[in-house]
């Protein structure tokens, strides 16, 4: 093998991160947007009220979606120049 160059288990290891990493922010994008839409359900909420809290909770399913995607994978990527 040569140095430098990852190894089939490396790649495997990398792919089965992105794939962790991808569900779970999806998930967690989810359910911050499913809390918006139970609020929006409970509260009964319509119209302007409705759309703004749908809007909000899908922005903020998102922002922590993408921050979940990154933290996941700048950690599998300390850990990895680390050696574990």
């Known amino acids: 093998m ?3 160059r990852e190894s089939r288990w490396e790649k495997d290891a990398m792919t089965v991160e992105i794939v962790f990493a991808l569900v779970t922010a999806t998930v967690s ?3 911050i947007f499913a809390v918006a ?3 929006v359900q409970v509260l009964s909420l319509s119209g302007p009220a409705r759309n703004s ?4 909770g899908a922005l903020v399913g998102a922002v922590a979606g993408v921050w979940r995607l990154i933290r996941v994978l700048l950690r599998f990527d300390e850990q990895r120049r680390m050696g574990h």
């Open 2 to 4: 040569d140095k430098g």
């Open 29 to 31: 994008a989810g359910v």
């Open 37 to 39: 839409w139970a609020l």
């Open 53 to 56: 809290v749908l809007a909000v």
